[in-house]
């Protein structure tokens, strides 16, 4: 389980890398933000986040595998917990909340694919 583990992190830490900083080029160059630094600090709590959410899930598979998708809808509901909670006390976040809506929904979709990965992963008996 250790190595699957390894592969779908780094997977899914590249893929959130890579679309952080696409999504922070394009804001910089562009002048879309007062602040594009709030676009890179989102992605880094986003991804932390799921990244939790998704050592989480693999705990879940090795102890029953039954219960991943469950995993997985609770920590999309408290993610999403999180994400209105900053927006409500962090005012640069608030007057930037395009851009998390976006990153939060780019995540989600990255955090649906390494799931599915995880579902679909058969595990070795010892």
Do not use: C, R
């Not at 160059?29 to 990244?51: A, C, D, Q, R």
Request: charged residues 15%; glycine residues 8%; positive net charge.
């Amino acid at each position: 389980m250790g190595k699957e583990f390894l592969k779908l992190a780094l997977i899914y830490i590249v893929l959130v890398i890579v679309v952080g900083a696409t999504h922070f080029g394009v804001v910089s160059s562009m002048n879309l933000s007062e602040n594009p630094p709030i676009v890179y600090k989102i992605y880094i709590i986003l991804g932390l986040i799921t990244f939790m959410i998704l050592q989480v899930g693999f705990l879940v598979k090795v102890k029953s595998s039954d219960f991943v998708g469950f995993t997985f809808m609770g920590g999309m509901v408290a993610k999403m917990g999180i994400v209105l909670a900053l927006i409500v006390v962090n005012e640069q976040i608030k007057s930037n909340v395009l851009h998390l809506v976006l990153a939060y929904f780019v995540i989600l979709l990255i955090e649906v694919l390494i799931f599915l990965s995880l579902i679909k992963l058969e595990l070795k008996k010892i």
